[in-house]
């Protein structure tokens, strides 16, 4: 099966602007959830999404949002970017119960200038 | 709340060493167990978990790891270390607050081993 896949892989943007991020999950998975990534913070949760609803949020504000379709490909959107947003934002994929593993996508490296 | 500290912010081993990356858990419940990797610019490799039965959990490219209830501990082992399996190790463990299917992961801060030839 082809592993979870996300685009772009680089983006760069300025403050102020949005970003929008993708995500495909591996074929059969049906929860993605997404993280962020940074030198200073680790690897924190942002949203989890099941048949295209949100099952979980993490303790982000609200210019972080996200979304799932039917096909279970999940985009995550951040507006009014600041220079802090700056970092790698990973997707992974899992099929449902809490024991599955989670499976993550390269990742997608988004610099704020 | 669940959490998870790995005390070593980086390890090192000579190659062919035995090499050990330290976990340490605080949950409510049974805890589910995960270890990742990461290499350079890429995303996190699932290397093994535990969920529940034995202790000493085999996993991917001759890692294993020990769970040890009474010690609160998920340590990451491997008999014989290799200089390419220098990267960045993540602990983690599921956050069962609220739903018990959500799918929320909980890292510690990560360890960077570096294997020397």
């Known amino acids: 099966k082809a592993g979870v896949t996300q685009t772009p892989r680089y983006l760069i943007k300025t403050r102020g602007q949005q970003v929008t991020l993708s995500c495909s999950p591996i074929s059969g998975h049906r929860s993605v959830s997404w993280y962020q990534q940074t030198p200073g913070q680790g690897l924190q949760f942002l949203f989890e999404y099941f048949s295209e609803t949100q099952r979980n949020k993490g303790n982000f504000p609200g210019r972080f949002s996200g979304r799932q379709f039917s096909n279970s490909r999940s985009e995550m959107n951040v507006s009014t970017l600041e220079l802090g947003d700056s970092a790698l934002y990973l997707c992974?994929?899992?099929?449902?119960?809490?024991?599955?593993?989670?499976?993550f996508g390269p990742g997608t490296r988004l610099t704020v200038l | 709340a669940q959490s998870v500290a790995q005390p070593e912010d980086q390890v090192n081993v000579a190659e062919g060493n035995p090499l050990t990356v330290k976990c340490t858990y605080s949950v409510s419940g049974n805890p589910y167990l995960f270890w990742y990797v990461q290499y350079p610019n890429r995303g996190l490799q699932f290397l093994l978990k535990?969920?529940?039965?034995?202790?000493l959990v085999k996993g991917s490219y001759g890692f294993e790891a020990e769970f040890n209830k009474s010690q609160t501990s998920f340590h990451l082992k491997k008999p014989s270390a290799l200089v390419s399996d220098s990267a960045l190790y993540f602990c983690?463990?599921?956050?069962?607050?609220?739903?018990?299917?959500?799918?929320?992961?909980?890292f510690g801060q990560g360890t960077t081993l570096q294997v020397k030839p």
């Open positions: 992974a994929s899992s099929t449902s119960s809490g024991t599955d593993t989670q499976y």
């Open positions: 983690a463990v599921r956050d069962f607050h609220g739903s018990s299917n959500t799918g929320k992961l909980i």
């Open positions: 535990y969920i529940t039965g034995d202790n």
